[in-house]
């Protein structure tokens, strides 16, 4: 039990080691990502399109918008980024 105990707590340190680098590689990118309407704390939340769950300052954009973001920090707890207009699709 106390080495299956171990192995899990390395395994969920692994697990956000990897996100937190992962997450990390697109500070400062412009993103495409679906608006989610404001978190617990009324933060407004967003969701890119490879799966990053980011807090966004300023204004609350309408839920279920595609909008451009750019990923400011990530840090263990939450990635932190803007609501930038257009999204990136539309810069193409």
């Not at 993103?31 to 490879?50: E, F, I, W």
């Amino acid at each position: 039990p106390d080495e299956i105990r171990e192995r899990s707590a390395r395994l969920r340190r692994l697990g956000q080691e990897l996100s937190l680098e992962f997450r990390r590689r697109f500070e400062g990118k412009l993103l495409d990502a679906v608006s989610l309407g404001p978190d617990q704390t009324g933060r407004p939340r967003a969701l890119t399109g490879n799966y990053i769950d980011l807090r966004l300052d300023g204004p609350t954009a309408p839920t279920r918008q595609i909008i451009g973001v750019r990923i400011r920090h990530a840090t263990p707890d939450e990635t932190l980024g803007t609501h930038e207009d257009p999204p990136a699709w539309s810069l193409a």
